[in-house]
């Protein structure tokens, strides 16, 4: 098993930057790929970024590319993502999920995190 919590979530103006990390703990040697999923309120959860284990590869939502970077340390058990340029419409709550799959796509998940709340608003 492994356990994944988030943090860094907040209110942010628009146009402005925050930085989301979820931490792993538990069994998270058997951790492959990993990734950021987001829900808005009232819709569907969707798919934001993923990364390898070596963080070699990642994948991007058309909707954050060029604006949002998911990036990792493994010595540290954390998964990070950097997102710039925020706009209203990004505003959802935020969870971290993890795979003992290589990377794919789409992307495949076996465990997930709480989430932390991003508000993006004037």
């Known amino acids: 098993q492994v356990q994944l919590v988030e943090s860094g979530g907040g209110l942010v103006q628009p146009g402005g930057s925050l930085r989301l990390s979820c931490a792993a703990s538990?069994?998270?040697?058997?951790?492959?790929?990993m990734g950021w999923f987001r829900q808005a309120p009232g819709k569907d959860r969707e798919f934001v970024a993923a990364i390898s284990r070596s963080g070699g590869n990642t994948i991007y939502a058309d909707s954050v590319k060029g604006r949002f970077t998911i990036s990792r340390d493994n010595a540290k058990n954390t998964l990070y993502l950097q997102m710039n340029s925020l706009k209203p419409e990004a505003t959802a709550v935020y969870s971290c999920a993890a795979s003992t799959y290589v990377l794919g796509y789409p992307p495949q998940f076996e465990y997930w995190g709480q989430g932390t709340l991003v508000t993006v608003s004037e």
């Open positions: 538990g069994h998270t040697s058997g951790t492959n790929a």
